[in-house]
């Protein structure tokens, strides 16, 4: 496995630790040769059950005992759908699954201060894998970050910084401050990505060894698509299923440069207006791997969908009285496979997964003003 740029074509080794090419553009790690059912370390429950597909030496794991999340059977608007509960990760969202690959990784090759740029989940995760791996950390919030995300990173030792502007200009300060700090962005490491496709694994596993017909994932950067894609590809490279799932991406339309690209149908972001969301984890204006998520997204059968703000408000409140509780964030997949169904994309016999990125006690204040919630008083 190497790094590639997909620009030039330019290859680099991995055991030079790396987060863009020469000239800037960020890298994709090659093919992995994937994994066979019989090599699953069925003696592990967390991502490291599948560290044969891993492009990073297990005995450099840095791990909390994320993945393995629950995947639960319910009905969405009148079709079967499986939930699957990334919230549950150590540290309430889905980013633990890439983080300890791409931690792991970068321990390995001797970085021991690490840079972030986050709106709360990616510096959350970080500043726990740098705290159980004695890394050094900065992250840098929006000065708009939910304060519950700023303590939780804060606790862990990271130094937080809030950067005011938009959550790109938060990005850009980031790659400023890089020439000091090893940029360990999740967005332009790909090792990140190498983590989030342990998710494709485990749901083919919690099928019964099938893939499922939709996947369904609130989409901001894309990792979770990427690890998707990757993930069941290198399984169908292996013969271990027969087809590949339908991915879908769901952004809120207040901020939408994915569903405006691929509505034009091309394969790089066009001109789009980007306003505030709720949705705050998905809020990214210019994302990394344009071409890669279109691309992938199209090649698989699967579209991406937009959002409204009300609709995603009425997920929330739909998925709390399920029990499922979960920040705006996640109500917006939700919210994109009411959308699908009610379209006829997704029919009510498939085999459909629904991924909840984020936890809702993360949001809690927010959710609360959304949804007017109070006690009653006696």
Known sequence: MQFISPTTGTTYPIDQPRW?????????????????????????????RYAAAIGVDDAH?????EGWTPLIEGQWHGARTRFKLEF????????????????????????????????GNAGASLSA????ADLRCRILVPESASYPKIAQIAACGADVLTIR??????????VAMSSEIFYASHNWVPFFVE???????????????????????PLGYGSNVLGCLRGFEELLRNGEIERMPRVFGVQAENCAPYFAAYQAGGDA??????????????????????????????????????????????????????????????AAGAAGLTQLIAT????????TVLVLTGSGLKASERIGDLLGLHARTV
């Open 269 to 330: 972001l066009v001109d789009t207006e980007i306003k505030a969301t709720i949705a705050e984890g998905i809020a990214s204006s210019k994302p990394t791997r344009v071409k890669e998520v279109l691309h992938g997204v199209r090649d698989s059968g699967g579209s991406i969908v937009a959002v409204s703000e009300a609709e995603i408000v009425d997920a929330l409140r739909d998925l709390a009285r399920k029990g499922l509780y979960v920040e705006p964030t996640s």
């Open 20 to 48: 863009s090419a020469d000239d800037g553009a960020y890298l994709n790690l090659t093919p992995a040769r994937g994994l066979k059912r019989s090599e699953i370390r069925s003696d592990r429950y967390s991502v490291w």
């Open 61 to 65: 794991a840095v791990s909390l005992g």
């Open 129 to 132: 894998y740098a705290a159980a």
């Open 88 to 119: 549950t990760m150590p540290t309430g969202s889905f980013k633990d699954r890439g983080m300890t690959v791409m931690v792991s990784y970068l321990k390995s090759r001797g970085i021991d201060h690490v840079l972030e740029d986050s709106s």
């Open 344 to 351: 006829g994309a997704v029919k009510p016999d498939e085999t």
């Open 165 to 174: 502007g938009s959550r790109q200009d938060v990005a850009d300060a980031a």
């Open 195 to 217: 983590g989030t496709k342990t998710l494709a694994y485990e749901l083919w596993e919690q099928l019964g060894f099938r893939a499922p017909d939709n996947v369904i994932t």
